[in-house]
Nanobody, 118 residues
């Protein structure tokens, strides 16, 4: 079973940057597309974006497009979320997840908190 652990969250001023990392334990990591999600208190979970298993394709929610970049390094079993020009509304717990089947996410990390202050 794949285990995922996010890291890199913290407190940052609006306009600043953070890079989140997602470390996977299983050798099957490279066979799955990966996504980043986030959830703010009292709000619905949002699919921030995703990356194909090859790393050749990415997509992003409109709310983060142009500011966030998803990447992965399958050799290291790592995925990343580079967040630039952060806004207060980006605040939330960020999760990485593996897409084991189309639109099915069976493996999740525990999340890492991102707090953007005004």
């Amino acid at each position: 079973q794949v285990q995922l652990v996010e890291s890199g969250g913290g407190l940052v001023q609006a306009g600043g940057s953070l890079r989140l990392s997602c470390a996977a334990s299983g050798h099957t990591f490279s066979n799955y597309a990966m996504s980043w999600f986030r959830q703010a208190p009292g709000k619905e979970r949002e699919h921030v974006g995703g990356i194909s298993w090859t790393g050749g394709s990415t997509w992003y929610a409109d709310s983060v497009k142009g500011r966030f970049t998803i990447s992965r390094d399958n050799a290291k079993n790592m995925a990343y979320l580079q967040m630039n020009s952060l806004k207060v509304e980006d605040t939330g717990v960020y999760y990485c997840a593996l897409e084991t089947n189309p639109y099915r996410y069976d493996y999740w990390g525990p999340g890492t908190q991102v707090t953007v202050s005004s």
